[in-house]
């Protein structure tokens, strides 16, 4: 066998490889060539300062809606008991298939970062390590939430 038909057979036993992570490359590129408008969005946004001692009791539900891109909206469940928040619900967001806070960067969730806000009875608090335009959107629900709950 002559080496000019050896390297034919070498060349087109590359080719469907080469050509299908070519497709898989162009696909990803436009996927995050897309969502970068809808990135840059959530990096800008800013946490306000909600005054917890002048919520009012009861359920008060906040959203965030993007106007980029809507792959990260969320919305969520404050409940507010004796001037506190007691309770954070995720209605929609970083949820698993079974509906509970989905595990993120170091296997820990948005069920944790809420779980710093009531503790600490603050929005300002750490959002988590390689997820933090998921916390950022999540603790921007939050506030909007809490402000229904502000006395006037």
Known sequence: ????????????????????LGVIGGVLLGGIL?????????EKLTIGVIDFQKLRDGTYV??????KDHS????????????????????KGALDKQGAPA?????L?????FGKVMKSQSL?????????????VHLKALE???EQAQRK
Request: hydrophobic share 40%.
């Open 72 to 91: 990260r909206d969320t919305k969520v469940r404050a409940t507010i008991s004796e001037g506190r928040i007691s309770e954070i619900i995720i209605l």
């Open 109 to 113: 969730s948005i069920g944790d970062l």
């Open 144 to 146: 909007n939430a809490l």
């Open 34 to 42: 897309s969502s970068a408008p809808g990135r840059r969005e959530v």
């Open 62 to 67: 906040g959203k965030y809606i993007g106007t």
């Open 103 to 107: 595990k993120l960067n170091g296997g």
């Open 124 to 136: 300002q608090v750490d959002v988590i390590s390689g997820a933090t335009l998921t916390s950022k």
């Open 1 to 20: 066998m002559s080496k000019s038909v050896r390297r034919k057979g070498a060349i087109k036993k590359w080719i469907i490889p080469l050509i299908i």
